[in-house]
Nanobody, 124 residues
Framework: QVQLVESGGGLVQAGGSLRLSCAAS????????MGWFRQAPGKAREFVAA????????YYADSVRGRFTISRDNAKNTVYLQMNSLKPEDTAIYYC?????????????????WGQGTQVTVSS
């Protein structure tokens, strides 16, 4: 069982930056693929970024590539999402997710554990 707790959300102006953190419990964190998803009001939850257990491979949605960076620190059981050049359309609740299978996926149904989410609001 893995518990995930996100933090770092908030209100920021367009063009600004935020760093989200996701702290995980459990001794097997360093074997999981980790992902970030987001859900805007009235929209489906969508993939943002993922990172494999070693941190060697990362994946991004086209809408955030070049602006967001996912990373992880297995010694701290934490995954991060650095968000730069934020846009109003990035406004959403951001969720951290863990996947037991080591293969990458951008499909939310492939993830086994979810955090409670953290709100990110970007003002224009």
């Amino acid at each position: 069982q893995v518990q995930l707790v996100e933090s770092g959300g908030g209100l920021v102006q367009a063009g600004g930056s935020l760093r989200l953190s996701c702290a995980a419990s459990g001794r097997t964190f360093n074997t999981y693929t980790m992902g970030w998803f987001r859900q805007a009001p009235g929209k489906a939850r969508e993939f943002v970024a993922a990172i494999t257990w070693s941190g060697r491979s990362t994946y991004y949605a086209d809408s955030v590539r070049g602006r967001f960076t996912i990373s992880r620190d297995n010694a701290k059981n934490t995954v991060y999402l650095q968000m730069n050049s934020l846009k109003p359309e990035d406004t959403a609740i951001y969720y951290c997710a863990a996947k037991r299978d080591p293969n990458y996926s951008d499909y939310r149904g492939a993830y086994d554990y979810w955090g409670q989410g953290t709100q990110v609001t970007v003002s224009s």
